[in-house]
C-alpha cells in the first residue's frame, strides 16, 4: 500500500518546503484532567500560559509540518472555534467524530482519506514536549526505514518521563525493536504520544473504535514495531497537579 503513498519528506531547516501533515489526536474526553474539562476539551486546558493544543502545534510548526488533521469529538465546537480564531500558521482540517469517540487507532483510521504521507506522523495532544539538541519531530522522521518498519515511537526513560505515574510501557533490544512490558514488571522505556506508523497497519483493520495498540501488536509481532528515544523534556500533563509540576519545572529549568 505505501508504494503509493507519498513519502515523508525532510527538510534541513524550518525555512525550507514543507514536510507534510501531521495527525493530532485531540478527540478524547479528558476525564482525568476533571474538573477542569468540564466545560472545555482537554487540548484548550492551559498549561504555562498556553494551551496543550497551541503547544503541539507550535512544535509542528517549528518542525516545517504545514497541515494538520485534528480529530474532534468532547466539546467539538469549542476546539474547532478556538483553532479558527487563534491557531496561525498552519493548515488545520478537521476529522469529525462527534457522532462516535473512535479511540486512537479508530480515529486515524478514519482520518487516513486526509493523511496522505507515509508514515503518518501522529502526535497527542495531550503531552508536551521540550526539543533536545535537535528539533525532535525531525530526529525522529530521520530514524524511519520503511524496509524495516510499520511503526516508530517516539519513547522516553521511564525515569525522565516527568509527572508520569506508570511502570513504563516498552523494553527496547540493541537493534531498536520494541517488545510490551511483561505483567507485573516495570518497563524502562514510556510512549511519548508520538509516533511514525505506516498505511501498511491499516490493512484489515476493525472499523468503529479501537486503540492504537492494536496496530502495535502487530507490528511487534512482525519485529516491524521501533522505539526512539528522546533526547529533550517530556511532561505527561494528564492531571490538574501534573499542570502545576510542568510549570514549576519549565519555570526552572
Given at each position: 500500500?505505501?508504494?503509493?503513498?507519498?513519502?515523508?519528506?525532510?527538510?534541513?531547516?524550518?525555512?525550507?518546503?514543507?514536510?507534510?501533515?501531521?495527525?493530532?489526536?485531540?478527540?478524547?474526553?479528558?476525564?482525568?484532567?476533571?474538573?477542569?474539562?468540564?466545560?472545555r476539551p482537554k487540548p484548550l486546558v492551559s498549561v504555562a500560559g498556553k494551551t496543550l493544543l497551541d503547544h503541539t502545534l507550535d512544535r509542528l510548526r517549528a518542525a516545517g509540518v504545514a497541515r494538520a488533521v485534528v480529530n474532534v469529538h468532547?466539546?467539538?465546537?469549542?476546539?474547532?472555534?478556538?483553532?479558527?480564531n487563534r491557531v496561525k500558521g498552519i493548515d488545520v482540517v478537521f476529522s469529525d467524530e462527534r457522532e462516535q469517540l473512535l479511540e486512537t487507532g479508530g480515529g486515524l483510521k478514519k482520518a487516513l482519506p486526509l493523511l496522505s504521507e507515509d508514515p503518518i506522523l501522529s502526535v497527542n495532544s495531550d503531552n508536551l514536549w521540550v526539543d533536545g539538541p535537535s528539533d525532535t519531530l525531525r530526529m525522529l522522521a530521520a530514524q524511519w526505514d520503511d524496509a524495516r518498519m510499520d511503526a516508530l515511537l517516539l519513547l522516553v526513560p521511564l525515569a525522565r518521563a516527568n509527572c508520569h505515574v506508570g511502570v513504563g510501557d516498552f523494553h527496547m533490544d540493541p537493534a531498536g525493536r520494541i517488545s510490551r512490558r511483561r505483567p507485573g514488571k516495570v518497563a524502562p522505556f514510556v510512549f511519548t504520544g508520538i509516533q511514525l506508523i505506516s498505511h501498511r497497519l491499516f490493512?484489515?483493520?476493525?472499523?468503529?473504535?479501537?486503540?492504537?495498540?492494536?496496530?502495535?501488536?502487530?507490528?511487534?509481532?512482525?519485529?516491524?514495531?521501533?522505539?526512539?528515544?528522546?533526547?529533550g523534556l517530556w511532561f505527561d500533563v494528564g492531571t490538574p497537579p501534573a499542570i502545576r509540576k510542568t510549570e514549576a519545572m519549565l519555570a526552572n529549568r
Amino acid at each position: 500500500m505505501s508504494r503509493t503513498r507519498k513519502p515523508l519528506a525532510l527538510r534541513p531547516d524550518p525555512g525550507g518546503p514543507p514536510l507534510g501533515t501531521a495527525m493530532v489526536l485531540a478527540a478524547g474526553l479528558g476525564k482525568r484532567m476533571r474538573p477542569l474539562t468540564a466545560t472545555r476539551p482537554k487540548p484548550l486546558v492551559s498549561v504555562a500560559g498556553k494551551t496543550l493544543l497551541d503547544h503541539t502545534l507550535d512544535r509542528l510548526r517549528a518542525a516545517g509540518v504545514a497541515r494538520a488533521v485534528v480529530n474532534v469529538h468532547y466539546l467539538a465546537d469549542a476546539l474547532e472555534a478556538h483553532i479558527r480564531n487563534r491557531v496561525k500558521g498552519i493548515d488545520v482540517v478537521f476529522s469529525d467524530e462527534r457522532e462516535q469517540l473512535l479511540e486512537t487507532g479508530g480515529g486515524l483510521k478514519k482520518a487516513l482519506p486526509l493523511l496522505s504521507e507515509d508514515p503518518i506522523l501522529s502526535v497527542n495532544s495531550d503531552n508536551l514536549w521540550v526539543d533536545g539538541p535537535s528539533d525532535t519531530l525531525r530526529m525522529l522522521a530521520a530514524q524511519w526505514d520503511d524496509a524495516r518498519m510499520d511503526a516508530l515511537l517516539l519513547l522516553v526513560p521511564l525515569a525522565r518521563a516527568n509527572c508520569h505515574v506508570g511502570v513504563g510501557d516498552f523494553h527496547m533490544d540493541p537493534a531498536g525493536r520494541i517488545s510490551r512490558r511483561r505483567p507485573g514488571k516495570v518497563a524502562p522505556f514510556v510512549f511519548t504520544g508520538i509516533q511514525l506508523i505506516s498505511h501498511r497497519l491499516f490493512a484489515d483493520a476493525p472499523e468503529g473504535p479501537f486503540s492504537t495498540n492494536l496496530l502495535w501488536d502487530r507490528a511487534i509481532a512482525d519485529g516491524r514495531a521501533f522505539g526512539f528515544v528522546h533526547q529533550g523534556l517530556w511532561f505527561d500533563v494528564g492531571t490538574p497537579p501534573a499542570i502545576r509540576k510542568t510549570e514549576a519545572m519549565l519555570a526552572n529549568r
